[in-house]
Structure formats: C-alpha cells, structure tokens
C-alpha cells in the first residue's frame, strides 16, 4: 500500500484568457488505493485528471509514473501505459454494440485489415465474466440503461489491461440504488489489484468508499488524508474553506393560490423525445414544487411541454387563471420564468454580448425598450437594464458589451437568473438551475429559490440533485417512463423512498441491460 | 473588432505576399504587377469610377450573403436571385412606359421582387416541406440561370443580335452618371446604410443575430423564429435581386447573356471574409472590386493573365478566415504565458 | 432497342462522376466532415487529368495527375479546416472558389486560351471491353465496352461499402463522425482518421475529374464540373452516406443527365432539359424531407 505510483508534481494549466485551472498541484496516488478526488464543481478535479490523461496539455509540472518522468500526449500513450479514464459525460457511441464500443481502437484485425468479430465479441465475453459485469456483449449502447452504459466504459478500459483507473464523477449518473453495485465492483478491482482514482463531490459516498481522500479548492490541493480520519463536516469546511449547513432552511409556509396548473398531460414521441403520459401538476402560489427523476423519464418534456416546445395530444394548461394550452411562447412568456438546464443550448447564446443576453424577451414584453414605433431598440434602456441585472444579482462582470462566454459559469447563471426573474412572472420555471455550478454559485440560486417562496411566486423545480430538492422543495414529484411515479411531501419522505420511486418502484436496482 | 481588423489587414497583406510568390514563381515582377493594378483601379479618374460602380453588385450580394449567414438561413442563392432580380427589371424597362421619375423606383422594386420571388420559393419550400434552403437554393441558381438563358434566346429575343440578350430597356429607366460615378453607387451606398441600421439599431436586426447565433434561445425568448426566417430569405433575396437590377440599369441596359456570371460566388466570398459584418462586407466589397477592376489593367500592361485574381480573391478568403482563428490562439497563447507569469510571482 | 442501350449508356456517363464524387464525400460524411470541396476538387481532378495527358502523353499519367491535383485541394482542406480549425463550410467554400480561379488562370497561363481547351494530343481513357462478356450478345452489349472509369467507379462503391462496414478502418471512420470524443479517448486521434476521408476523397474526386475531362469528353473547359459537386453532396445527404444508396442516387441523376441529351433533337428548348438534373435533386430532396418529417 505504500509505495507511490502515480506523482505528480507542481502541475499548473491556464485556459485562455485568464483562468487558472490548476496552481501549483501537488498529489500523489498510491497503488493499489481507492484514492478519492474532492472539490466544488471547477475546483480543477478533472482538469487535473485530464492533464494526467494526455486530453489536457500542462503549461508546467511533471508527471512521475512507477518512478519514471512521462509525458503522456494522447490517451492512447495514458492507456498503453496502463492509465485509463471514465469521463463525466459518458463516451460511447450509442449506435454501436457494446463489444464495438469496448473493441473500438484496440480492434482485432482479420483479413484485408477486416474486423475479427468472432475474436472481439469473444474476447469481451470473457472479460464481462471475469470481472462479473452483467452485460450483454451484442446489445446496442443506445439501448441498455445509463449504469450498464457506465460499465460498458469501464470494461473498455479492462480490456485494454490498465491497472490504473480515473472515474470522472460517476455516481452522478445513477440512482441511489445503484451506486452500492457500482462501489462494490470498484472494492472488487481494488483488491485484484487496480488502482482506483475517484473525483465526486458527494462526501458521504466519498468516505464510505475510498482509502484516501484529498481534497482541492481553487486549483489548489487543501489536503491529503486517511479517510478514516476524516468526518463529513472536515470535507465539506476543507471544499468550500468555511463552515457548510446540511439542513434544510425552508420556513414553514402555508400556499396560496393555484398558479401553475397541468392537467392530464400527455404527448406523443417526437424527435428524441420520449413520451408524456397524463401528467398532472399543480404549483401553489408561495410553493416550491420539486421533480425528481432519472435523466431521460419525462422531466425534460415535462418543461418543454410547459415552455412550448413540444405540442400536447391532450391535457390542459394553465397560469394564474389563463388558459395557456394552445397559446405561443411569447403569450407563455408573460406568465412564465423560465431558466433552462443547458445554458449554452437554450439560455444564452455565447456569443453575444451580455447585454444582448439579458434583454432577450423584456425587449418584446417591455415597451420602454422600443424606439420609432417598435422598429428600434433602445440602446440606452438595454444598458440601464443591464446594469440592474448586475446589481441585483451581484454578477461579477467587465462591460456590459463583453461576449457572453467570457463570463464564469456562475455569472452566465446569474445573468439568466436575472433576466428570468426580472420578467416578474407569478410562475417560474427552473430546469436543474444548480448544474455545473460552483458551491458559492448553488448556495446564492438556493437563497434565490427561497425567496422566491417568500415572496409567494409559484417554482417548479427540476433537479437531478436529491439533495437540493430536500433542501428547498415543498412536495417532490417523482417521474418514471413520462408519467408521475409518486407525489411525497418532502418533510414526509426520504432519500430512499424517492430512489425508489425513481426506479418505477421496483424492489431492487437493475443495472444489467435491458436487451 | 479591433482585432477583426488586425486580422484582416494582417490577412490581406499576408494574401498579397503570397501572390507575389506566385507573380515571381510564373516569372513576373510583382512590384509591376501591383503597381498597374492600383493605377487602373484607385489612381486614374475613370479606373476609379469603373471601380465603384463594379463594387455594386459585390456589396449587394455580400450584404445578402451577410444578413442570411448572421441571421441563420444558409442562403447560397445569390446568383440565381441576382438573375432574377435583373429578369424583373428588365422586363419593366421593356414594357412599361413611364417617365424617369417613376419608372427607375418601378424598375428598382421590380428587381427586389424578382430576387425576393426566388428566395422565397426556397423560403416556402423549407416552411412547408422541411427542405433544406442550402441545397434548395443551390439548385435554383442553375435553374434561375437556363431560364434566364431561354428568355433572352425566345421570347425576348433582339433579333438584330448576334448572341442572345434583349432589346435596350427603356431610356427612362436609365440610371445616370452624377460626376463620372454611376447612380447605381449611390443607391448601394444607401442600401449598405439601410442594412446596417437595420443589423444594429433595429428590433428585427437583433433578433435575427440572436437566431442566427442560437436558433433555440430566441424562440424560448419569445421571438417568432419562423416568421423570422421568412422575412430573411425575403430581404436577402432582395438584395441579390437589386444588385442584378442595377447592374441592367447602370450597366449594359439590356440583360445579356453570362449576366452575373463573374459575380455568382463573390458575394457568399465576401460575406465570408467579413465575417458577416455589414461595414466589413461593404470595404472588402470595395477591395474586391479594385482587384477585379485593377485586373484588366494588369493584364494590359504585364501579360500577367486577369484570372489571376481569381486566384488572389480564393488566397485572400482562406488565408484572412483562417487568420482570425490563429490570431485568437496566438492571443490565448499570450495570455497563458502572461497568467503563468503572474501566478508564479503570488 | 439501340435507343434502350444508348440510355443505359448515357445514363452510365452522367452517373459516374457523381457517383465517385459522392463515394469520395460519404468518407467525409461518415469522418463527420461537412465536406462542400468535391466541386472544387472535381474540378482541378478534370485540369489536371488534361495537364498530365497532354503534357505526359499518357491516359494513365493523366489519371495520377488528376488523382494528385485533387489531393493537392484535399491538403489544404487538411491544412486549414483539421490543422487551423477554419470553420469547414468557409473552407469549402474558399477552396471551391481557388479551384474556379486557379483553373481559368492555369488555363490562361499554361495553354492560352480562354474558356476552354481541347487538342489531339490529349489522351483520352479508353473503353474496357470486358473479356468473355463481350461476345454474350445482348449481355455483352449491355454490361461491356464503357469507358474504363465506369468499372473503377462501380468497384470503387463496392470497395467503400466494405470498408466502411467491414474494416477496422470503417469503425472508426464512422465514429469520428458519431463521435469524436469518444474515438480520442479510444486512443485512436479522430484528426487522423478525419484526415485520412479527406485524402481518399480526393482519389474519388480526382478519378471523378479524370472522367470529365478524358473520360467522355476530352477537353478541359472553365467550371466543367457544372454543379455535379454539390449534386453528389445532395446525393450523399439524401440517403444519409450509404454507398448503395449513393449508387442508385447516381444512376438516377445519370438517367436524368442522358434524357438531357436525348431530348435535345426534340421540341423541347436545351435550357429547359439542361435542368432537369438540378430539378430532380430538387424533386428528390423533397421526397427526403417529406419522409423525414413523417418520421418524426
């Protein structure tokens, strides 16, 4: 256990223009370890990772590997020396099985430079066996759920023998029931022998699992230590560098009025996506409405099909009193806050200056933005209101006329929060608001979620983070297969009912394929 | 934008250089070469005139190609809408008697017609069958162009000719010369104008930026896409067609056959080097109308062959395109180093 | 009977050099390449077929000649759009417009003429009359006797169909265009495989140039290739990079390419029938899209 496998020493990266991704890191992984990563999101977990991987290039460090200085350029030459890496968002190529997903650039060659299917569907067969991965070599990706896909990943590395594995976050994909089965195959290549590098941000999980613990902040490394030693209020003090609240902090409350009401939703599979089947919801006016659910079971149509996005075969649709079920998004818009959960894809456009980012949708709805009779936009008023956005949602930011990308993730977050909420909505509508947020960041959107309760306006929250929703949600609804799987009053439940229910209420987790 | 024009002047000298190196490669003196280029298109009284009036239809088709591409519909029809355009003003200067004062604004709108009938055929064919305006306005440049080609052999005919094109348009809708410059100059000058509020001060102009950049945001933010995209292809159709309609009404006064021809993927080139900026378009639609006026010039006086600016123009896109791109990583290498530097002295 | 044979061969000269043009762009397709260049390529492919047979006097030197000039065009597609980043539909561009003004300038500058250029000393590529099938009567009308590029064309599908499906190559081919990320991580740099397309379609594109310039005709005129490559990009869109697909596209437009000339004799006005290539990819690209919506 104590001999040094992996050093790396004084590792500094830069992304362009000014962010200091990694400063100065220092760690050490020892073999034969589960050996935990832990940070807020952009503390430089992966970053580094990636820069150990080959995928990032360093601007300064060294990387000693079984006691000899590397300089791994690709992936291949990490994996070659027996370093392999699980990334966060998965990569698999859904249209292919899973031995030509695991096979793909280790492929064994036939005649006329042909793949040997026989010999790679074999070969993985026999690795699935060995090490117990309840897979299905001839399934297609696209079709076997996100934790066998996890595995699929993690048997492409076996099969190309490293002995060193990077997973990237990966409980954030499962659901609480399958997390155990995920845990007890990393122990299971632990003690053959593996190593294992581990970056979450989930301390329970992180403790439960891991040997040793070491813990980054800034591009910085805080510490390094037993995770026998440590205690879940340590992690969390050392991550964020203060003192952090596990508990909720909602008011006892009593809701108003209906304002969101969804009746008997339904809709039909169009274009990637699944189907809505007679979904019913109500959010009360001083309420926060919670939907819970595994990625891909409605959530995302559910929001799509109150925004407008996609048309209803039946159901209907109101706010605050008005029949909203046949109307266009710009009538939805008047009524409706809505921050979405890709901010890039559907809440901002990177490109455009701040200001052209902010006023989007006050510049129709708010008639002091037009000059000459509709035809201009008033340059003036977009500024001023630019500047409010800024002040009143404290975004830290150059002039007003910078592009929109040159802001952090918290910051463009902040410029959508303000612009949405400025819209002074009686409902709002938030898509996992937190994702890919920085603690500080998901801190300041909770406050925000809070008083946005006190101020009695009517919040449909959709979350992939449990604990969130436990934190500031009045009901959690729970989606399964496009329709409401359960409808639990947050202070009446827990994490496992809700897990449960997010597994369509089956005894036990199923991570094998679904072929 | 500071460092749009860096990279772009960087780029056309850079593009120069290198057709210098082509120049002294075929045997030529490159010195001469440009020397006769510039005095046959900026430093002569009549090379310049020739030169403004040349850049209408490059600007115009620019201007097209720019609003589509930033606005989102990949527009590729310029040329056939340029045809078109031309066809409309035509027509009316045949047939249509009126005095000056009413028939040049008659022939003017009959060419925004014609451009904007054929985009929006292509417009229509994508809001109601989902095809895609990239290959569909492809393919209606060669039609734009036989049927061009069928008018002016058969039905409008002058029998008198030897190749085929129509009868002069009427007198009246002549553009006039105002001081050796064309007419023609003064209304593009004043639809880059238009365009150019248009793009930064107009509602419409942001929205469609924002489309262009993220179709998804400006239709949750509430702006209507799809009329949007219509009334692009519309205006930039137009535009197209204008060019094509001054070019009948400044130029020969008569649709000839090959009309457009030289001009057909200039103004999606110069779109391209601008980078969709309206001010861009309208100085590298000046540029190119000096190369391409400066090229006969140059051919008179050294034997160096005009298509070599054919050659000069490619050089220039691809070296100023791929300029801005390197010139951002050589700045975001400069900033590493400079953060680097910074976070070693803390 | 001869009317039915001449249509099969029309339609055999109209298809072929989409048919390798498209071949040629299903590589990029797959590689994930939004490869408009084919045109460009097609068309320095067909002058220097002509600049290799004239000069060389060889059918065989011309081919290489034309093969290498297109390749010429495929490394600065590498150079700008895979090692510059250059966004690839301006390189595509930028590149189809060098090759109309590269070419009307070589034509000028090499051969002195304007427009076009056509000379005895230009070796054409021969006919293949296939052994043994030639002397079947009516079978060995129909399949023997076209010119060589015809038969290089058809086994050129065949050969793209199996390595994209079959081969190491192909798999990874095809998830540089799925995925690119996931290939890297793979160990495999999807630069090189999209690298790789690039160059095989500039053999495609320069056998399909070849074909233009020495192949039916034997001449090189300015913008000969007249379209064929965007019509061959519709082509590979249209059947979503499938090389059988891509195949009956072709022949498709070949046949419509052969009416145009049959129907010249007729009453019917030459601008009218030269159309109909480019209307039928209309025609086509609206049966695409009516099935694609249905779909969805």
Redesign the interface.
């Known amino acids: 256990m104590s001999d040094v496998l992996i050093d790396l020493q004084h590792i500094s990266k830069v992304f362009p223009p000014d962010t200091v991704a990694l400063a100065d890191v220092s760690v050490s992984f020892k073999a034969g370890e589960i050996h935990a990563l832990v940070g807020e999101n952009g503390a430089g977990k992966s970053t580094l990772m990636n820069v150990l991987y080959g995928?990032e290039h360093r601007d300064a460090g060294d990387i000693v590997f079984k006691g000899a200085k590397v300089d791994f350029r690709?992936?291949?030459e990490a994996?070659?020396a027996g370093i392999g890496?699980v990334?966060q968002e998965m990569?698999?190529?859904?249209?292919?099985t899973v031995w030509?997903?695991v096979v793909?650039?280790?492929?064994p060659?036939g005649m006329?430079?042909?793949?040997d299917v026989h010999r790679a569907r074999e070969g993985v067969r026999r690795k699935i066996e060995e090490f117990q991965f309840n897979l299905e070599a001839d399934a297609l990706v696209g079709d076997i759920s996100v934790a066998a896909r996890q595995k699929v990943e993690i048997l492409?590395l076996l099969y190309r023998n490293v002995s060193v594995l990077v997973l990237d976050e990966p409980t954030s994909v499962l659901t609480p029931q399958e997390i155990p089965q995920l845990f007890g195959e990393l122990q299971r290549l632990r003690d053959k022998g593996h190593t294992i590098i581990f970056i979450s941000h989930r301390l329970d999980e992180v403790l439960s699992l891991s040997d040793r613990v070491t813990v980054m902040r800034r591009g910085k490394v805080v510490s390094t230590s037993a995770s026998s030693s440590l205690t879940k209020q340590d992690l969390a003090r050392q991550m964020v560098g203060r003192e952090v609240l596990f508990t909720s902090r909602r008011s006892p409350q009593e809701p108003g009025d209906v304002v969101l009401s969804a009746h008997g939703l339904s809709s039909s599979t169009?274009?990637h996506h699944s189907a809505l089947h007679d979904v019913t919801v109500e959010v009360h006016s001083g309420e926060i409405i919670g939907v819970a659910g595994v990625e891909g079971n409605g959530q995302f149509e559910l929001v799509n099909a109150i925004i407008g996005l996609i048309p209803l075969t039946s159901g209907r649709l109101t706010v605050g009193g008005r029949d909203i079920t046949h109307a266009d998004i710009l009538a939805r818009r008047s009524l409706i806050a809505f921050v979405p959960q890709d901010r890039g894809k559907m809440g901002a456009s990177g490109a455009a200056s701040i200001l052209e980012n902010a006023i989007m949708t006050h510049h129709i709805l708010d008639p002091s933005f037009s000059i000459a009779g509709g035809l201009g936009l008033s340059h003036r008023r977009a500024t001023a209101f630019t500047e409010q956005v800024r002040k009143q949602f404290a975004v830290s930011m150059g002039r007003v006329g910078d592009s929109f990308h040159s802001l952090s993730g918290g910051n463009q977050q902040k410029v959508i929060l303000g612009r949405e909420l400025l819209l002074e909505t009686p409902f709002v509508l938030m898509d996992q608001p937190t994702r890919g947020l920085d603690v500080g960041s998901i801190e300041y959107v909770h406050e925000l979620l809070l008083d946005l309760r006190r101020r009695r306006r009517a919040v449909l929250l959709i979350s992939a983070d449990l604990d969130e929703l436990f934190m500031v949600a009045d009901r959690i609804m729970v989606m399964w297969q496009g329709r409401v799987a359960a409808d639990l009053a947050t202070d009446a439940t827990s994490r496992e009912e809700v897990g449960y229910y997010m597994l369509g209420g089956r005894e036990t987790a199923h991570a094998e394929t679904s072929s | 934008m500071r460092k749009q024009a860096l990279s772009g002047i960087l780029g056309v000298l850079a593009a120069l250089l290198i057709g210098a190196l082509v120049l002294l490669l075929?045997g030529f003196n490159p010195v001469v070469t440009y020397a006769a280029l510039l005095q046959y298109s900026l430093f002569s009284t009549s090379g310049f005139a020739a030169t403004l009036t040349r850049s209408v239809p490059l600007v115009l088709t620019g201007l097209s190609a720019s609003i589509a591409f930033a606005s989102g519909p990949a527009n590729l029809g310029q040329p056939g809408q340029l045809i078109m355009g031309a066809l409309g003003a035509t027509l009316v200067g045949l047939f249509v008697r009126l005095p000056t004062g009413l028939l040049v604004p008659l022939c003017i709108l009959a060419s925004l017609a014609g451009g904007a009938l054929w985009s929006g055929f292509a417009a229509l064919?994508k809001r109601v069958?989902?095809?895609?305006e990239f290959?569909?306005t492809?393919?209606?440049n060669?039609?734009a162009d036989?049927?061009a080609?069928?008018v002016i052999?058969?039905p409008l005919f002058d029998t008198s000719a030897s190749s085929p094109m129509t009868r002069p348009i009427s007198m009246a809708a002549w553009l006039p010369d105002v001081g050796g410059v064309n007419a023609s100059v003064l209304v593009m000058v004043l639809a880059t104008f238009i365009c150019w509020l248009l793009m930064s001060w107009g509602r419409s102009g942001y929205e469609w930026r924002m489309t262009g950049q993220n179709a998804l945001f400006a239709r949750i933010g509430g702006c209507k896409v799809d009329a949007n995209y219509v009334r692009v292809m519309l205006i930039t159709g137009a535009l197209a067609g204008l060019a094509g309609g001054l070019m009948i009404m400044g130029g020969p006064h008569r649709f000839v056959k090959g009309l457009g021809a030289n001009y057909a993927?200039d103004g999606?080139?110069i779109a391209?080097v601008a980078n969709n900026g309206i001010l861009a378009t309208f100085l590298y639609g000046l540029l190119f109308s000096m190369l391409q006026q400066g090229a006969i010039g140059m051919e008179l006086v050294t034997a160096v062959?005009s298509?070599?600016?054919?050659?000069?123009?490619?050089?220039i896109?691809?070296v100023v395109?791929?300029g801005r791109?390197?010139l951002n990583m050589v700045f975001d290498k400069l900033a590493t180093r400079r953060k680097l530097r910074e976070e070693s002295k803390e | 009977m001869n009317l039915f044979f001449g249509l099969v061969s029309a339609m055999l000269v109209g298809a072929t050099p989409i048919l390798l043009a498209a071949i040629g762009g299903t590589f990029t397709y797959y590689a994930g390449i939004f490869n408009i260049a084919m045109e460009g390529m097609m068309l320095v492919g067909a002058f220097c077929g002509v600049l290799g047979s004239f000069f060389l006097h060889s059918w065989l030197l011309g081919i290489c000649c034309a093969i290498a000039g297109a390749l010429v065009m495929a490394g600065?597609f590498v150079l700008?759009a895979v090692r510059?980043?250059?966004?690839e539909f301006?390189?595509g561009?930028?590149?189809?417009?060098?090759a109309?003004?590269?070419t009307?300038?070589l034509?000028?500058?090499i051969f002195h003429v304007k427009g076009a250029f056509t000379d005895a000393g230009i070796r054409a590529i021969p006919a293949l009359r296939l052994p043994l099938i030639d002397s079947i009567p009516i079978l060995g009308k129909l399949l023997s006797g076209y010119n060589l590029i015809v038969y290089v064309a058809i086994l050129g599908t065949g050969l793209a169909a199996f390595?994209i499906f079959?081969?190491?190559?192909g798999?990874?081919l095809?998830?540089a265009g799925?995925?690119a990320?996931?290939?890297?991580?793979?160990?495999?740099?999807a630069s090189t495989i999209r690298i790789c397309s690039l160059i095989i379609c500039g053999v495609y594109c320069g056998l399909a140039g070849a074909y233009l310039s020495l192949g039916s005709v034997r001449l090189f005129a300015e913008n000969m290739s007249a379209?064929r490559g965007?019509i061959s990009?519709?082509a590979v869109?249209l059947v979503s990079g499938n090389p059988w697909g891509i195949a009956i596209i072709s022949l498709l437009f070949g046949f419509f390419d052969g009416l145009t000339v049959f129907l010249q004799g007729s009453q019917i006005?030459t601008?009218?029938t030269?159309?109909i290539p480019?209307?039928a990819?209309?025609v086509s690209?609206?049966f695409y899209?009516?099935r694609?919506?249905r779909r969805?």
């Not at chain 1, 990569?91 to 292919?96: G, Q």
């Not at chain 2, 069958?129 to 895609?132: I, K, L, N, R, T």
């Not at chain 3, 510059?84 to 966004?87: M, V």
């Open positions: 995928l690709t992936p291949r994996i070659a890496m990334h990569l698999l190529i859904p249209e292919y030509q997903n793909l650039g280790t492929e060659v006329f430079g042909t793949v492409k169009v274009e | 075929q064919l069958f989902a095809m895609d290959i569909v492809l393919m209606l060669f039609v036989y049927f080609l069928w052999t058969y993927w999606i080139m391209v062959p298509e070599f600016i054919d050659v000069l123009q490619a050089i896109v691809l395109v791929a791109v390197s | 600065i700008f510059l980043h250059t966004d301006l390189t561009i930028a590149l189809n417009l060098f109309v003004g590269l009307t300038f034509l000028r500058d390595v079959r081969t190491r190559f798999l990874r095809r998830s799925y995925n990320a996931c290939l890297n991580s793979s160990g495999v740099p379209g965007w990009l519709a869109i006005p601008q009218f030269a159309m480019y209307i990819t209309l690209l609206y899209s009516i694609k919506v969805s």
